[in-house]
């Protein structure tokens, strides 16, 4: 099923989209046959009415498993390209062949291989795939107004603080959600280092239609290092 961008406004305003990703080298990426359509399950039983996912095969895997709509992405490290969020077309063809019912991309200020500014990306996408939706990844304000300017459809503030030019912070950047959310008319969705349920609900106070959360439920190794962390603090004091 594919969803119409009223149906998601609806499902995912004021909630929780979990994302479920495993990566080469993360103990939950198995090469031969993904498992994160197990996490999807167990975040649509939690009540989760969307999920962001990475690859092909996770899009396709999640979908068939849950029902839900999905944020696609895939990442990809091209060289000359700083951007490695569904940088270039073919990642983005991928994801529409898939059925991803959104598809987020990196639309930071950083370099980009082709030479497109932010805004000539957007419009290269809306050429060959019209009115798909988009998530644009961004990092600063600067960025946001740019994306919500060059026409996306969400702008996800999921790069703040792993770029030079955004507020490097151990938690949720709450200051750019609520600026953004005071500027743009379109659906700011909080992501990026949400540890905690309270900084989830703080999104949600700052203006954020909807809020992110990965790690912090979908990728045991972090959880657990967040964990031993604390008791290795404590026998240290």
């Known amino acids: 099923m594919k969803y119409t961008k009223n149906e998601i406004l609806n499902l995912i305003r004021g909630s929780l989209i979990i994302s479920c990703q495993a990566l080469p080298g993360e103990p939950l990426y198995v090469e031969e046959k993904s498992v994160m359509y197990l996490m999807a399950r167990a975040a649509k039983l939690a009540g989760a009415k969307c999920i962001r996912t990475n690859s092909v095969r996770d899009v396709r895997e999640i979908k068939a498993e849950t029902g839900l709509p999905v944020i696609g992405l895939i990442k990809q490290v091209y060289e000359g390209y700083e951007p490695y969020i569904t940088p270039t077309m073919k990642e983005v063809d991928e994801l529409v062949e898939a059925g991803a019912d959104i598809i987020a991309t990196d639309c930071t200020l950083r370099k980009r291989g082709d030479g497109l500014t932010p805004e000539e990306w957007v419009a290269k996408i809306r050429r060959r795939h019209g009115d798909v939706l988009l998530m644009a990844d961004i990092s600063n304000y600067e960025e946001g107004v740019q994306a919500w300017k060059a026409g996306v459809d969400f702008v ?69 290092r967040r964990f031993m962390a604390a008791i290795e603090n404590r026998a240290q004091s």
């Open 156 to 224: 996800g503030t999921t790069m703040s603080g792993y770029t030079p030019c955004s507020r490097q912070e151990d938690g949720p950047d709450l200051e750019l959600v609520r600026a953004l959310s005071q500027t743009v008319d379109i659906p700011v969705i909080g992501e990026g280092k949400v540890h905690y349920p309270e900084q989830a609900v703080e999104m949600l106070d700052a203006g954020a239609y909807a809020v992110v959360v990965g790690g912090a439920i979908t990728r045991p190794l972090e959880i657990a």
